[in-house]
């Protein structure tokens, strides 16, 4: 079946780096644009980066961009998020998504989802 398994999340100090992994499975990982989400308790899902189908074409929400940065590696089958500079205020479960085709921004357009992944950052 489809699955997308995160790892690499974990505490680390404000001013330290993390390394996030999604392994995907069950699908044509090279027709799928990829997105990383996060969401903390009693918010909403919110848009982190995407990259595209070929690896071309990023995007990144304006509180990551200079320190964050989205990767793919088709021939494994897997996308990278890079977190550099962490903040307490990335705290968050990261979520790494798929939609068939073009790149996206949006949450309600992504219609398979990992299971998550607990990125704390401490003061």
């Known amino acids: 079946q489809v699955q997308l398994v995160e790892s690499g999340g974990g505490l680390v100090q404000a001013g330290g780096s993390l390394r996030l992994s999604c392994a995907a499975s069950?699908?044509?990982?090279?027709?799928?644009?990829m997105g990383w989400f996060r969401q903390v308790p009693g918010k909403g899902r919110e848009f982190v980066t995407a990259?595209?189908?070929?690896?071309?074409?990023?995007r990144y929400a304006d509180s990551v961009k200079g320190r964050f940065t989205i990767s793919r590696d088709n021939a494994k089958n897997t996308v990278y998020l890079q977190m550099i500079n962490l903040k307490p205020e990335d705290t968050a479960v990261y979520y790494c998504?798929?939609?068939?085709?073009?790149?996206?921004?949006?949450?309600?357009?992504?219609?398979?989802w990992g299971q998550g992944t607990q990125v704390t950052v401490s003061s």
């Open positions: 998504a798929a939609r068939i085709r073009n790149l996206r921004i949006g949450v309600s357009e992504y219609h398979i």
């Open positions: 069950g699908l044509t990982f090279g027709s799928y644009a």
């Open positions: 990259i595209s189908r070929g690896g071309d074409s990023t």
